[in-house]
């Protein structure tokens, strides 16, 4: 197959190397000019993923139109605030080369600001009629990139088997990718466990040990399926990977940038000043915002989230959110 892949951080230059190592044909798309120049040159992505040497055959250029000529299957790996523009991007760019991708691959993990979109909408409401799918799970991309065992889901609508082929052509001895048509479940999976690892990250900050750990992931949980499900979504898929196999990843992994985020919270450090000085990306912070707008306009419920937004974005100390959390009604053990 013909992949491209449209953005060049740590998950999209891994994404990018595997590909072109199982012998698809594969461009790498950075945003920037000179970004695309110093990949060339160190044939590395030294900035976002230091000691990855880039196949020889994967093809890195800044030239959208030429990236994306003849592509099957278009991979969008960047933040999910850039998501519309950088689909815009692509569309303005497919349309000066001609033709239409077989499908357009969201990597993003969050919902838009103030619409409340998942990727695969806002892509739709970008592009039209477009197939719009996503590639999401408990996927640390410099343990993909050193070819570390990982499993992922392939979240695609229409028919079963529709995109089989595709989920064999990311498939390796390294990746194995399962298929889902619950799109919406797969996406707010992704989204919600980066607002319980910033959760996770401040228990470990606050040093409160593995028992506190283990009843806030599995009330996070809990509160992925109930969140979901009023959002139209399929309460298995959050037992799956795109949920819980995520959610565990990220809430443990000491690589995980929402988890030491929240950390560095919990030690005392002020939110706002973290995200200035940060050079990438940390979803939770913006999607914890769009969650709790979106909890609030639909009237769902979600005590942990509700928590993290106050220390977020009110300033509410962690050890007052935790007290908060304890000091809740009693009441039955509930997933619904």
Request: charged letters at 20%.
């Amino acid at each position: 197959m013909n992949f491209t892949v449209v953005g060049a951080g740590a998950w999209g230059t891994a994404m990018a190397a595997h590909l072109s190592d199982l012998g698809h044909v594969v461009s790498l798309a950075p945003r920037r000019a000179a970004h695309a120049a110093a990949l060339n040159n160190a044939r590395e992505n030294v900035d976002y993923l230091p000691g990855v040497p880039l196949p020889p055959e994967l093809a890195v250029t800044h030239d959208l139109p030429m990236a994306l000529s003849g592509v099957d299957v278009v991979l969008l790996a960047c933040p999910s605030h850039a998501l519309r523009e950088t689909t815009a991007r692509v569309r303005t760019a497919m349309d000066a080369v001609g033709g239409k991708p077989r499908l357009i691959v969201s990597l993003t993990k969050g919902l838009e600001l103030e619409t409340y979109l998942r990727p695969s909408q806002v892509m739709n409401a970008v592009w039209g009629a477009v197939p719009a799918g996503v590639l999401t799970g408990p996927t640390n991309a410099a343990e993909f990139a050193r070819g570390l065992p990982a499993a992922m889901v392939l979240a695609a609508g229409g028919p079963p088997g529709r995109w089989a082929d595709l989920q064999a052509a990311l498939s390796s001895g390294g990746l194995r990718v399962y298929g889902t048509d619950d799109v919406a479940g797969a996406e707010f999976g992704g989204a919600l466990k980066n607002i319980y690892a910033i959760a996770a990250g401040c228990c470990d900050g606050l040093q409160l040990g593995d028992n506190a750990k283990a009843a806030l992931l599995t009330r996070a949980l809990a509160e992925m399926v109930r969140v979901g499900m009023r959002l139209g979504a399929r309460a298995e898929t959050f037992y799956g990977l795109s949920g819980f196999g995520d959610l565990d990843a990220t809430c443990h992994g000491l690589w995980s940038r929402n988890r030491q985020f929240g950390e560095q919270i919990g030690r005392g450090a002020a939110a706002a000043d973290l995200i200035l000085r940060r050079k990438t990306v940390v979803e939770g912070y913006r999607t914890t915002d769009s969650f709790a707008g979106l909890c609030a306009k639909r009237h769902i419920e979600a005590p942990i989230l509700s928590e993290v937004h106050a220390i977020l974005y009110a300033g509410k100390r962690p050890a007052d959110a935790v007290a908060a959390l304890m000091n809740r009604e009693l009441k039955a053990e509930s997933w619904l």
